[in-house]
Structure formats: C-alpha cells, structure tokens
C-alpha cells in the first residue's frame, strides 16, 4: 500500500478504528488530515465502499480536527453528511475540515472526504467538549 509522504499509522488505535484499519494521520500545526485506503471489508453489496464506513470516518476526522485545534477531547452530537460520489474500494481516501467555533460546551466542525478523482462527502458537525485533561480510557 503507497501511503502519501508525511502520514503515518494510527498504531495507538483500539476499538472501531483498529478493527476497520488500519488509518493514518498527518498533522501539519493544528491542522489534521485522516486517510485510510478501503479494503473489500468496507465494501457494500454493489461493490462499493459503505456508506456507513464513511461516515464513521470523516466523523472521527473531525473529532481529531476539535482537539488538534482548541486541544479538547469531544465527542459528536450532530453529523450531516451530504454524500456527493462514491468511493472504491482500493482509493486512497482522506478527510480534513476546519473548525468554525466553540463556546465551552460545543464546537461545530466542516469537514471533506476526498478520493483521487472527486469530493465523496461533504459534512458538518456538532461536538460536545469534554472536560479539558481527561485522558483516554485505553483497554487491551
């Protein structure tokens, strides 16, 4: 698998995304991009990568997107994705956004998946604030 110069595996990964990996991560200052390249496992019965899968994705993207810009673990309240294409199985797939602002309690996030050839969504979301330090609960 060619993975694009400046990303690197999420090895830290358990749960969802360990099990629906592997995915990268590239951070350049506080802006992220998430990539990951689906398989036949991600794949839906016309072939194509799940919708499901996707959203998951850019939905986790722009959790990191939250914390790599105000530093604060979140957790999502509101996801609306507009699915533009679809996505094949064996593409290269990434995901950044950009926040757009926060209070102390929510943050609200735009964010893109894109494949080599076209936009596959479009989403915004919404992310509870959790509260400033608290750690990852990291289980074998």
């Keep these: 698998m060619d993975i694009p110069a400046g990303f690197r595996e999420l090895t830290e990964a358990t749960g969802f995304t360990a099990a629906n990996g592997p995915w990268f991560e590239k951070v350049e200052g506080n802006r992220v991009w998430r990539g990951f390249m689906p398989g036949p496992q991600h794949a839906n019965?016309?072939?194509?990568?799940?919708?499901?899968?996707?959203?998951?994705?850019?939905?986790?993207?722009?959790?990191?997107?939250?914390?790599?810009a105000i530093d604060r673990r979140c957790v999502t309240l509101k996801l609306t994705l507009d699915y533009l294409?679809?996505?094949r199985v064996g593409d290269w797939l990434e995901a950044t956004g950009e926040?757009?602002?926060?209070?102390?309690?929510?943050?609200?996030?735009r964010g893109r998946l894109y494949g080599p050839r076209h936009d596959v969504l479009a989403g915004l979301g919404d992310f509870a604030l959790l509260r400033p330090g608290r750690p990852l609960k990291v289980r074998s």
């Excluded at 019965?45 to 790599?68: E, K, N, P, Q, W």
């Excluded at 926040?99 to 996030?109: K, M, P, R, S």
Aim: charged share 10%; no cysteine; net charge negative.
């Design 45 to 68: 019965a016309l072939g194509i990568v799940h919708g499901g899968m996707l959203a998951a994705f850019i939905d986790a993207a722009l959790g990191s997107v939250v914390y790599r």
């Design 85 to 87: 294409t679809p996505a």
């Design 99 to 109: 926040l757009l602002g926060h209070d102390e309690h929510v943050a609200q996030v």
